[in-house]
């Protein structure tokens, strides 16, 4: 088997537990495949969590679950230095905190403090956690995927921009369509019936992080002509400079993308075409993951927020303002 064909049977293992969510499990593979961190985003009961667990359950990883709340504190998450005693001697270990794990399911991280989101600033960015003036690295496969409620205001932190950025994308999930809840009714109901009857659950397909580490290596060596950098890098500029391109994006958009989006968008628009079957990245491969590379990015302003006009409106228009280069 492939690392294409491991790759897409874990794409399918994941959709048989989380059904209707397509899309947003192509996105968190692309996320694995890009090494970068996830940002995921909906209503309440929309299986962010089943979600990331069921990428846990096929994926040969450490998953560590963290809640955030408002009494967090930095140490609760990174770990401390404790006081041992070793063969009869008093000794100060660092004791490993949640983030010494490979998958981080960071549930409802808005719900923490600044100090406590900051503190995933240095795990999130150089893969090291300081402690004590002592840096412990992380492990090779780690990855950050922080859920969190878009509605809910009260007792919420709102993450800073610079601890936006460092996602790689932001994964909006929404509502299933009839018939996929319906199969989601009738899934739940045979896991409460295999539940009581004490029946062994079955894994599946499990992906070793070797076969991982293999398929970012051939991301990685996917091509990209100088006009798809073009394109991308007009997409980006569009969205600093966007007097130049259309006045509507000009009134809707205050702050634009940092050279980390661009940098992101190209990884995600090769890890979009491997998955594809592809050797090179096409305009198309960019096109499709600008939305959810770009989205938590732009600062848009106060007529694009009174105009009740989303970020993913703007990079609509974005996407037909910007010609794609010859």
Same mark, same amino acid.
């Given at each position: 088997?492939?690392?294409?064909?491991?790759?897409?049977?874990?794409?399918?293992?994941?959709?048989?537990?989380?059904?209707?969510?397509?899309?947003?499990?192509?996105?968190?593979? $692309?996320?694995?495949?890009? +090494?970068? %961190?996830? =940002?995921? /985003?909906?209503?309440?009961? !929309? &299986?962010?969590?089943?979600?990331?667990?069921?990428?846990?359950?096929?994926?040969?990883?450490?998953?560590?679950?963290?809640?955030?709340?408002?009494?967090?504190?930095?140490?609760?998450?990174?770990?401390?230095?404790?006081?041992?005693?070793?063969?009869?001697?008093?000794?100060?270990?660092?004791?490993?905190?949640?983030?010494?794990?490979?998958?981080?399911?960071?549930?409802?991280?808005?719900?923490?403090?600044?100090?406590?989101?900051?503190?995933?600033?240095?795990?999130?960015?150089?893969?090291? $956690?300081?402690?004590?003036? +002592?840096? %412990?690295? =992380?492990? /090779?496969?780690?990855?950050? !995927? &922080?859920?969190?409620?878009?509605?809910?205001?009260?007792?919420?932190?709102?993450?800073?921009?610079?601890?936006?950025?460092?996602?790689?994308?932001?994964?909006?999930?929404?509502?299933?369509?009839?018939?996929?809840?319906?199969?989601?009714?009738?899934?739940?109901?045979?896991?409460?019936?295999?539940?009581?009857?004490?029946?062994?659950?079955?894994?599946?397909?499990?992906?070793?992080?070797?076969?991982?580490?293999?398929?970012?290596?051939?991301?990685?060596?996917?091509?990209?002509?100088?006009?798809?950098?073009?394109?991308?890098?007009?997409?980006?500029?569009?969205?600093?400079?966007?007097?130049?391109?259309?006045?509507?994006?000009?009134?809707?958009?205050?702050?634009?993308?940092?050279?980390?989006?661009?940098?992101?968008?190209?990884?995600?628009?090769?890890?979009?075409?491997?998955?594809?079957?592809?050797?090179?990245?096409?305009?198309?491969?960019?096109?499709?993951?600008?939305?959810?590379?770009?989205?938590?990015?732009?600062?848009?302003?106060?007529?694009?927020?009174?105009?009740?006009?989303?970020?993913?409106?703007?990079?609509?228009?974005?996407?037909?303002?910007?010609?794609?280069?010859?």
């Amino acid at each position: 088997m492939t690392t294409l064909e491991q790759l897409n049977a874990l794409q399918a293992s994941i959709g048989e537990s989380v059904l209707g969510q397509d899309h947003v499990i192509r996105q968190i593979l $692309i996320g694995l495949l890009a +090494n970068g %961190h996830l =940002l995921l /985003e909906s209503l309440p009961g !929309l &299986a962010k969590t089943r979600t990331v667990k069921a990428l846990a359950k096929h994926l040969d990883a450490k998953m560590s679950r963290i809640q955030f709340t408002p009494d967090l504190l930095p140490s609760d998450i990174t770990g401390a230095e404790v006081l041992h005693q070793v063969e009869g001697q008093n000794r100060i270990l660092f004791q490993p905190g949640p983030l010494f794990g490979n998958l981080i399911l960071a549930d409802e991280i808005n719900r923490a403090p600044a100090k406590v989101q900051a503190a995933l600033l240095e795990a999130m960015e150089e893969r090291q $956690i300081t402690v004590a003036g +002592n840096s %412990h690295p =992380l492990p /090779e496969l780690f990855i950050v !995927l &922080a859920t969190q409620n878009p509605i809910e205001q009260e007792g919420t932190y709102p993450l800073p921009e610079a601890q936006m950025d460092r996602f790689l994308m932001k994964v909006v999930l929404d509502y299933p369509t009839p018939a996929h809840e319906s199969h989601v009714l009738r899934m739940l109901r045979d896991e409460e019936q295999a539940q009581h009857a004490s029946a062994p659950c079955s894994s599946g397909f499990a992906l070793a992080q070797a076969s991982l580490f293999a398929a970012r290596r051939e991301v990685a060596a996917i091509a990209v002509a100088p006009a798809v950098d073009d394109y991308l890098i007009d997409l980006i500029n569009a969205t600093r400079h966007p007097a130049d391109y259309d006045p509507q994006l000009a009134r809707w958009i205050a702050i634009g993308a940092s050279p980390r989006g661009g940098i992101g968008l190209d990884r995600c628009a090769r890890a979009d075409a491997w998955l594809r079957g592809q050797t090179y990245v096409t305009p198309d491969n960019v096109r499709a993951v600008l939305h959810p590379v770009l989205r938590h990015r732009l600062q848009l302003s106060y007529d694009a927020v009174a105009d009740n006009i989303s970020a993913d409106q703007v990079l609509d228009r974005l996407l037909e303002k910007v010609a794609i280069a010859a």
